[in-house]
Structure formats: C-alpha cells, structure tokens
C-alpha cells in the first residue's frame, strides 16, 4: 500500500512547486548577477529563451543550492514587498536599456521571477556576457521606499 501512494505524493508535491518548475527552466550554476538592494543581497538569472530573471534571495551559490536555502532559511520570511524584487532586476536591466515590467506572485516567498521589456533591439544575451564578471562581483543599489 504504502509503495502505491509513493507515485501519487510524488506527483502531488512536484506539481505543488510550479515555482521550483520554472526554476528549474533556467541554466543552473552561478548567478548572472550579486545584486544588494539597500541591506538585501539577491541573485540573479537571466533566462536563455524569453525576457525573464529569476531572482532569489542569498548569496552568490549554484541555483540547485540556492533553492533548497530559499525554501527552509527564508521560507517564512516574506518582509520585501514586490518593490525590492523590481529594484534588484532594474539594477542590472537598466544598464543595457531594459527594465522590469511585472513581478510574480511566488507560492514561495523568496522566488520571484520578473518580466522585462526593452524599449529598443538590444541582444540581451550578449549584454549578460559581457558584464556578467562585473555583475557577479556586487551590483548595488538604493533601497526601495516603501509606502
């Protein structure tokens, strides 16, 4: 009995983390971007195949272990607004013409994934290329006032 309702509680939790899902849609490994909005570090992932950035709260690790510490250290911690999560994505998007347009609402509360939207032709994957060294060595900006 107990090996029968394996299969289905598997199915039930991997369809419960559409979050993860999409997630998992990006290239893993290192982050693009180590982005520290006010006191907040968050890192970033520029998806390979539409106008999307994954951001997680935490420092600069793997996207596998980054996950697992978003959902046990940060999991009941949802104190940033969307504000925050828009604020980290414009730091990197605005250098090359671009800019956040929507934050998702996340089932868990320190995933977000963000839609851009660039004003002129730009090759996105080129510009995360070529300053992807210098993102990855801290980006800051001013933190967002709330209110």
């Not at 793997?62 to 996950?67: E, G, K, N, T």
């Not at 607004?81 to 250098?95: C, D, H, I, K, S």
Request: hydrophobic share 40%.
């Amino acid at each position: 009995m107990r090996l029968r309702a394996f299969p289905v509680v598997a199915l039930f939790a991997l369809g419960a983390c559409a979050s993860t899902q999409r997630a998992l849609s990006y290239e893993g490994g290192n982050p693009d971007a180590d982005v520290f909005v006010g006191n907040q570090r968050f890192q970033l992932w520029f998806h390979h195949e539409d106008q999307t950035v994954l951001i997680q709260r935490g420092d600069p690790q793997p996207l596998a272990s980054l996950l697992t510490q978003n959902a046990t250290i940060y999991a009941n911690d949802a104190t940033l607004g969307p504000l925050w999560w828009g604020a980290a994505a414009n730091a990197v998007l605005t250098q090359f013409g671009c800019y956040g347009a929507e934050v998702s609402e996340a089932e868990r509360t320190q995933l977000r994934e963000v839609s851009y939207t660039c004003p002129e032709p730009v090759d996105v994957g080129a510009q995360v290329a070529q300053r992807r060294a210098e993102w990855r060595r801290g980006v800051h900006v001013d933190a967002p006032r709330e209110g």
